[in-house]
């Protein structure tokens, strides 16, 4: 069985972290809605002006969407940079809270750990 694009991982990821369609991409893209499916499954490869604006829409880095870590799972450093950008957006009470979350998860985590 082969290994996932991570090119094509990333950019799945980052289009539903934006929260968008594949339609709604290929609308900006001016391609067909299949052409987005394409790229996403790993089955069309991603021309350079095309990798521009998907980092452009998506609001990535063009290297983050090529950057390839083998050690990590997959996807899960990508999630994790997503997650980050998503806070960055919050208004502060929000992060707050969101914070207080994260600390009483750990906490729950490491006493669950020591059972």
Same mark, same amino acid.
Do not use: C
């Given at each position: 069985?082969?290994?996932?694009?991570?090119?094509?991982?990333?950019?799945?990821?980052?289009?539903?972290?934006?929260?968008?369609?594949?339609?709604?991409?290929?609308?900006? *893209?001016?391609?067909?809605? @299949?052409?987005?499916?394409?790229?996403? #499954?790993?089955?069309?490869?991603?021309? $350079?002006? &095309? /990798?521009?604006?998907?980092?452009?829409?998506?609001?990535?880095?063009?290297?983050? *969407?090529?950057?390839?870590? @083998?050690?990590?799972?997959?996807?899960? #450093?990508?999630?994790?940079?997503?997650? $980050?950008? &998503? /806070?960055?957006?919050?208004?502060?009470?929000?992060?707050?809270?969101?914070?207080? *979350?994260?600390?009483?998860?750990?906490?729950?985590?490491?006493?669950?750990?020591?059972?």
């Amino acid at each position: 069985m082969s290994r996932p694009n991570p090119l094509a991982v990333r950019l799945r990821l980052a289009r539903e972290q934006a929260g968008l369609s594949q339609a709604q991409v290929a609308k900006l *893209l001016g391609v067909h809605r @299949p052409t987005v499916s394409e790229i996403e #499954a790993g089955r069309r490869r991603v021309q $350079a002006d &095309e /990798l521009n604006d998907f980092a452009r829409i998506y609001d990535v880095s063009v290297s983050w *969407l090529l950057e390839e870590d @083998p050690r990590q799972d997959q996807g899960r #450093a990508a999630k994790v940079e997503l997650a $980050a950008r &998503e /806070l960055a957006k919050l208004k502060q009470s929000d992060l707050d809270r969101v914070l207080n *979350l994260l600390s009483s998860l750990r906490s729950s985590s490491k006493e669950s750990k020591s059972r």
